[in-house]
């Protein structure tokens, strides 16, 4: 079986409040943790109205605080905005309250525009094509190896989960050289997927951290009792999606509209046919089906499964049905 695990971008909805994203996020953590997910990881974004998760690594310890088993952790902390020491002693401090659980997804994306950027930074300095080096720099601080001559306190020996993220080749390549595993993020950024696949699956070094490759791959799942229920939860990051694409501009998540697709015109239907290319959206059989063909297709290690929608108890109610899903389908 295909391992499988749950990203949650802590959404906050439409008439919802911060409070209430952030006690739904630990209530879903622990809801996937009984149905059989792997790990659960929140993502850095900073100045979206509609993501409760900015605060990363304190979101990280509310809901692992809220489970026992499951992995959780960053999918991913954005390096640029900072420095590899601060990094190695947040993580190294999340370790030594959960030993053993924590996961560190790497991505060199600031995770928000240019002004949120500078205002998070004070200035524009530090530079993505430094992301290989900050890498290592963080990898040292964990070895305890003495190559900074820095010891990170909490961080030096922590049992940190190193993934390298991305959405590019570039990506591919840094995790491929460093012998890391790599998360690609098909979700919502799909165009580079087969490419950076086959770079990273080529060039894989074995290292002490990982032997041979380990491929995850985003995934986004609305899932129903019923083609047309899945259908209609699914136009809540629909809209979502097509308001930050037409404005720029982040909503909070907003209900469901029937119908929506419908009424939403070529350009638009064409965004969302590319940008949720690597979706299932329907009843049970056919979340099954469109995971199973993705599978195939890609031979991914794992899936990195994402379902935002606006009611919670239907979304627990998707993550379910996604399992039951990843259980019955065959190995790629």
């Known amino acids: 079986m295909t391992a499988f695990s749950l990203l949650d971008l802590v959404p906050v909805v439409q008439g919802g409040t911060v409070p209430q994203a952030l006690a739904n996020?630990?209530?879903l953590a622990a809801h996937a943790e009984r149905i059989?997910?792997?790990r659960y990881w929140v993502a850095e974004h900073h100045g979206m109205e509609g993501i409760a998760s900015a605060a990363t690594a304190v979101v990280i310890a509310h809901v692992a605080q809220a489970t026992r088993t499951i992995r959780v952790g960053a999918g991913g902390i954005m390096l640029p905005n900072h420095s590899p020491l601060q990094i190695a002693e947040a993580f190294g401090t999340?370790?030594?309250?959960?030993?053993?659980?924590?996961?560190?997804?790497?991505?060199?994306?600031?995770?928000s525009d240019q002004r949120v950027a500078a205002a998070i930074r004070r200035n524009l300095d530090s530079d993505g094509n430094e992301f290989p080096r900050d890498v290592m720099e963080l990898q040292s601080y964990f070895a305890d190896d003495g190559r900074t001559?820095?010891?990170?306190?909490?961080g030096a020996g922590a049992d940190v989960k190193?993934?390298?993220?991305?959405?590019?080749?570039f990506g591919a390549q840094l995790a491929a050289a460093l012998g890391l595993p790599y998360a690609f993020a098909s979700h919502f950024a799909p165009g580079m997927l087969d490419e950076a696949i086959a770079v990273y699956r080529r060039n894989f070094r074995p290292s002490e951290a990982l032997a041979k490759p380990h491929l995850m791959l985003g995934f986004n799942v609305f899932a129903a009792d019923s083609d047309e229920e899945g259908a209609y939860l699914a136009s809540s990051q629909?809209?979502?999606f097509v308001a930050l694409r037409t404005t720029g501009t982040g909503v909070r998540l907003p209900p469901p509209v029937r119908g929506y697709r419908e009424g939403l015109g070529t350009q638009g239907n064409a965004m969302l046919d590319h940008v949720l290319s690597a979706s299932a959206i329907g009843g049970p059989a056919k979340i099954r089906r469109e995971i199973e063909a993705f599978l195939e297709r890609t031979q991914a290690d794992e899936l990195m499964l994402t379902s935002a929608m606006y009611d919670h108890q239907a979304r627990k109610r998707s993550?379910?049905?996604a399992a039951e899903a990843m259980r019955a389908v065959e190995p790629a």
């Open 25 to 27: 996020a630990a209530d």
């Open 36 to 38: 059989g997910f792997q």
């Open 94 to 111: 999340l370790d030594a309250l959960f030993p053993g659980r924590i996961d560190l997804g790497l991505g060199r994306a600031p995770g």
């Open 149 to 154: 001559g820095i010891r990170a306190t909490p």
């Open 162 to 169: 190193l993934w390298i993220l991305g959405s590019s080749t």
């Open 238 to 240: 629909q809209q979502a």
């Open 319 to 321: 993550l379910e049905i």
